[in-house]
């Protein structure tokens, strides 16, 4: 081999250690950008691991609000409700000889006590107590029979109020004294309308006396 042949051998080598360095030079910073982009990048997922464990506090604390809302509405509804309720009761009970009309003639307001003595006898200690809870118990005349009209008064009428009437009603009639069950509402579903009439339970709603059943 000659000389000149070793000159170009050795330039040739040159070259390749010099392509190699570079290539491994780029290769390098190739790997050092790749590895700051991977420490962006799980830089952003922490981030956004933080963001979605307070976003997931805050909608934690947004439903507890709602909820502890929610209990505060539903207190104040079965408040309302109930001052709504009792004054309507108490009306009722003020106006009871007008609100009832034709229906019971030479009425009066009795107290619920005034008949213990005579209902005693005749029935237990629990029907005694359940018949002092009426609403209201009024005497007069229905269809020109003296009669006893057990009065349950609420806002709405339910089954609940339907089937309380009827009881402290039959309290009565189980001693000896002739008595209607009827219920005072200022408004009634018609499920509860058919109830009462199939019951026997006379309504009253919102200023008139609604037909019985046939």
């Known amino acids: ?15 390749s250690i010099s392509r190699l360095d570079s290539a491994v030079t780029g ?20 981030r956004l691991c933080e963001a979605q464990r307070e976003t997931e506090g805050q909608v ?40 009832l009309g034709r229906f019971l003639r030479r009425r009066k307001l009795g107290a619920n006590d005034e008949l213990l003595e005579t209902i005693e006898p005749h029935v237990d200690e629990r029907e005694a107590e359940d018949f002092l809870r009426a609403d209201a118990v009024a005497m007069g005349l229905v269809d020109c029979v003296s009669t006893y009209v057990v009065v349950e008064v609420s806002s709405t009428g339910d089954v609940e ?3 309380r009437a009827e009881r402290r009603a039959k309290t009565l009639q189980k001693s000896g004294l002739a008595s209607i ?18 019951s026997g339970v006379r309504v009253w709603c919102n200023g008139s006396m609604m037909e019985a059943a046939a």
Do not use: K, N, W
């Open 1 to 15: 081999m000659t000389r000149e042949d070793l000159r170009v051998l050795h330039e040739s080598i040159d070259g």
């Open 161 to 163: 109020d339907i089937v």
């Open 27 to 46: 290769l390098a910073e190739a790997q050092s950008r790749t590895e700051a982009r991977v420490a962006e990048l799980a830089e952003g997922q922490r």
């Open 60 to 99: 934690g604390r947004l439903a507890e609000a709602q909820r502890e809302m929610s209990v505060a509405i539903q207190r104040l509804t079965i408040r309302t409700d109930a001052v709504v309720g009792r004054t309507f009761e108490l009306q009722f009970r003020d106006r009871l000889t007008a609100y």
């Open 181 to 198: 069950p009827l219920i005072a509402c200022d408004a009634i579903s018609p499920e509860s309308l058919a109830f009462a009439r199939m």
